[in-house]
């Protein structure tokens, strides 16, 4: 965990601070499966009460994130390989219709956007993979363009509900961290499938762009599962980000 600081909100603001930081860290994998939150503990790193740490864990709990234990605060949870792939059939549901609205209702704004996340990501992609940038870097930064890219889509939809729906089931260890376990090839085939989704909305085709979705989620949850049955992703283990610095001199 990090340093102590103190955190000078109303009560309801500090839970709310706290358990957004508290999700970053666990989505992030800087508090791994398993990782126990003791109340004490965090209220001394904040400097709060351990009344807002009980409602920030509360919130985490009804997230998915951790098991609370009574009196004792929580521990981040871990997932197995039928609740992950449980998971992804409801993602393609949401998302697979997520884009299926987008392709009819995004504005031309918008498509602006995603092209710039798209030629931005394999920009990066690019000098990662040749060595002009540190593949942890690239790699991070390629998490977070992911990131914006589909929530746009869920946002582009026009169904403040449905954006609700995406919010819940993308923030998790396992979604975050997918572009984790792509090597190059990977990264370059989900980079390619964007590319065909956007063109899929400039084309206003609903029943390509639904495709293209579903087809790209397929994809990562192969992903996640391959890698889980190498090695467990409830446990520690190297990612294509670890293993990609070990092997490859040049970056």
């Given at each position: 965990m990090r340093r102590?600081?103190?955190?000078?909100?109303?009560s309801g603001d500090k839970a709310q601070f706290i358990y957004t930081e508290l999700r970053q860290e666990i989505v992030e994998g800087r508090l791994p499966p398993?990782?126990?939150?003791?109340?004490?503990?965090?209220?001394?790193?904040?400097?709060v009460s351990r009344t807002p740490i009980r409602e920030a864990l509360t919130l985490l709990e009804a997230d998915?994130?951790?098991?609370?234990?009574?009196?004792?605060?929580?521990?981040?949870r871990k997932y197995d390989k039928k609740e992950i792939y449980d998971i992804y059939d409801l993602r393609l549901l949401i998302e697979g219709y997520a884009a299926r609205r987008?392709?009819?209702?995004?504005?031309?704004?918008?498509?602006?956007?995603?092209?710039?996340?798209?030629?931005?990501a394999e920009e990066v992609l690019d000098r990662a993979g040749r060595g002009w940038m540190p593949w942890n870097v690239g790699l991070r930064r390629?998490?977070?363009?992911?990131?914006?890219?589909?929530?746009?889509?869920?946002?582009?939809g026009a169904n403040a509900f449905l954006e609700g729906l995406w919010e819940r089931y993308t923030f998790l260890p396992f979604v975050y961290r997918t572009l984790q376990v792509y090597g190059e090839e990977g990264l370059?085939?989900?980079?390619?499938?964007?590319?065909?989704?956007?063109?899929?909305?400039?084309?206003?085709?609903?029943?390509?762009?639904?495709?293209i979705?579903?087809?790209?989620?397929?994809t990562g949850r192969q992903a996640i599962l391959n890698a889980m049955?190498?090695?467990?992703?409830?446990?520690?283990q190297p990612t294509q980000e670890e293993e990609h610095d070990s092997t490859h001199s040049k970056l």
């Open positions: 102590e600081q103190t955190v000078r909100l109303k398993g990782e126990r939150l003791i109340e004490e503990k965090l209220a001394a790193r904040y400097g998915g994130l951790i098991i609370l234990q009574r009196n004792r605060g929580g521990v981040v987008a392709a009819q209702w995004i504005t031309d704004a918008d498509l602006i956007v995603l092209k710039g996340l798209l030629s931005e390629l998490v977070e363009n992911n990131l914006q890219f589909h929530r746009l889509i869920a946002r582009a370059k085939t989900s980079l390619r499938q964007h590319r065909m989704l956007v063109e899929a909305f400039i084309a206003r085709d609903p029943d390509m762009a639904e495709s979705m579903r087809t790209h989620l397929y049955s190498a090695s467990p992703l409830s446990e520690s």
